[in-house]
């Protein structure tokens, strides 16, 4: 089983990057972030503005990778998000990046796709997942559900979502 920091290392550079967001920021780069902290268990809308919300659960997830727990989403925080995701905890389509997508381009390789493993979700890589979903009589729009995971992974089974367990928000402190 590979640990955090190996998972880290074996996606590119570009795949892990992502700008730098501090609380009260939208877009959506935001919106990404929010993604991804949904693939890692927690519990909030997809709505591209950085609030109270996703700021408690950045900070939440910095302490469990032992960042510095202060809400700025930097180098270090994309790398152990995208890094750290589990395959098939979130829908993967074109633009996506990380570690979750390095995972799927290796099925593909393993099913005798020609894509580059960089943790990149390009068209290629989408190209690949539509034939494979043609010939396996899914729907071929090229966006990686449970679904198409499953059936990559030879019908095992994913492992369940996670969940975080007691993270909070404080609304008592303002500060």
Same mark, same amino acid.
């Given at each position: &089983?590979n640990?955090?920091l190996?998972l880290?290392?074996?996606v590119?550079?570009?795949a892990?990057?992502g =700008?730098?967001?501090?609380p009260?920021?939208?877009g959506p780069?935001?919106a990404?972030l929010?993604?991804f902290?949904c693939a890692h268990?927690?519990? &909030? %809308?997809?709505?591209g #503005?950085y609030?109270s +919300? ?7 997830f910095q302490r469990?990778q032992?960042?510095r727990a ?5 180098a270090k925080?994309?790398a152990?998000l995208?890094?750290?995701?589990? =395959?098939?905890?979130r ?10 997508v390095r995972e799927l381009?290796?099925?593909?390789q +393993?099913h005798?796709?020609n *894509? ?6 390009s068209s #290629?890589?989408k190209?690949? *997942?539509?034939?494979?979903q043609k010939?396996?009589?899914l729907?071929?729009?090229? /966006?990686?559900d %449970? /679904?198409?995971?499953?059936?990559? %992974?030879?019908?095992? @089974?994913l @492992? =369940?979502? @996670?969940?975080?367990?007691r !993270?909070y928000?404080?609304f %008592?402190k303002? !500060?």
């Amino acid at each position: &089983m590979n640990t955090k920091l190996e998972l880290v290392n074996t996606v590119n550079d570009a795949a892990l990057a992502g =700008p730098v967001l501090y609380p009260w920021d939208s877009g959506p780069a935001v919106a990404q972030l929010q993604e991804f902290l949904c693939a890692h268990g927690f519990i &909030m %809308r997809v709505d591209g #503005d950085y609030g109270s +919300v996703t700021e408690a659960a950045v900070k939440t997830f910095q302490r469990q990778q032992g960042l510095r727990a202060n809400g700025i989403v930097d180098a270090k925080t994309w790398a152990a998000l995208k890094g750290t995701v589990l =395959p098939g905890s979130r829908i993967l389509k074109l633009g996506h990046t990380g570690g979750d997508v390095r995972e799927l381009q290796g099925l593909l390789q +393993v099913h005798g796709y020609n *894509v580059i493993r960089n943790g990149t979700f390009s068209s #290629d890589t989408k190209l690949a *997942v539509i034939a494979f979903q043609k010939k396996h009589k899914l729907k071929d729009n090229g /966006i990686v559900d %449970r /679904i198409t995971w499953t059936i990559l %992974r030879g019908g095992s @089974p994913l @492992p =369940p979502l @996670p969940e975080q367990g007691r !993270w909070y928000i404080n609304f %008592r402190k303002w !500060w």
